[in-house]
């Protein structure tokens, strides 16, 4: 079975730039979580996503950073305007809600960041 | 005050060593404790969940000390292949997990 699907896998930009992070999730999986990972914070949930409706929205940044998920096998996270300190790892993961282990979600590969 | 809070390391052990590590929480009402694994430059995949009983996974045992709020792993025998960073992870009540920065382990030969 597929995993959970990130792209691009490698982005580097320029401040100013926009910068879209894709993901899709595992097929079944009713939540969708998208986290931030630096040396300096660790891994940071930015906003989750239960059933396509965001849930919690409170790790978001700042206004530059938003997030959608149009349909169930799709969500985006954009950065608009990019700076240099939103350089980072920007995982996606996904699970189900009601069955299996309360604590598994399952990682995409990663999407790693660099705004110079 | 972080959620999480882990010694960083690095812990350095040679092949065969016993090596321990614990994390702290700050959220009481927490409900549930895992350990994920975090290998370099990859995504966090769980090793386990943290029972209050304390728990057991092949060479790997995990405490939790509620009354202290800290989850601790233990690695028995360690393997080259535990060399790794591993993230304690806390859910209060909801789907929201926090993660702690993670310790990382080297295995040495």
């Known amino acids: 079975d597929a995993g959970v699907i990130q792209s691009p896998r490698h982005e580097v930009t320029e401040m100013g730039q926009e910068v879209t992070l894709r993901c899709k999730p595992i097929?079944?999986?009713?939540?969708l979580f998208w986290y931030r990972q630096t040396m300096m914070r660790g891994l940071e949930l930015l906003i989750y996503?239960?059933?396509?409706?965001?849930?919690?929205d409170s790790g978001m940044p700042e206004d530059r950073f938003s997030a959608k998920m149009p349909n169930a096998s799709f969500s985006t996270l954009k950065i608009q305007p990019s700076e240099p300190r939103d350089s980072a790892v920007y995982f996606c993961?996904?699970?189900?809600?009601?069955?299996?282990?309360?604590?598994?979600?399952?990682f995409g590969e990663g999407s790693r960041l660099t705004v110079l | 005050r972080k959620e999480v809070e882990q010694d960083p390391g690095p812990f350095n052990v040679p092949e065969g060593a016993t090596v321990a590590f614990n994390c702290t929480y700050s959220?009481?009402?927490?409900?549930?404790f895992f350990w994920y694994r975090q290998d370099c430059r990859k995504e966090p995949k769980l090793l386990m969940s943290?029972?209050?009983s304390g728990n057991e996974d092949g060479r790997f045992t995990a405490q939790l000390n509620r009354a202290s709020q800290y989850i601790s792993l233990l690695i028995r025998d360690s393997k080259l292949s535990d060399s790794a960073t591993y993230l304690c992870?806390?859910?209060?009540?909801?789907?929201?997990?926090?993660f702690g920065a993670g310790t990382t382990v080297t295995v040495r030969a």
């Open positions: 993961a996904s699970r189900k809600g009601t069955s299996g282990k309360v604590g598994e979600l399952f």
């Open positions: 097929s079944g999986h009713d939540y």
């Open positions: 996503f239960n059933n396509n409706v965001p849930i919690d």
């Open positions: 959220n009481s009402a927490s409900q549930s």
């Open positions: 943290v029972y209050s």
């Open positions: 992870v806390v859910r209060a009540n909801d789907y929201k997990l926090s």
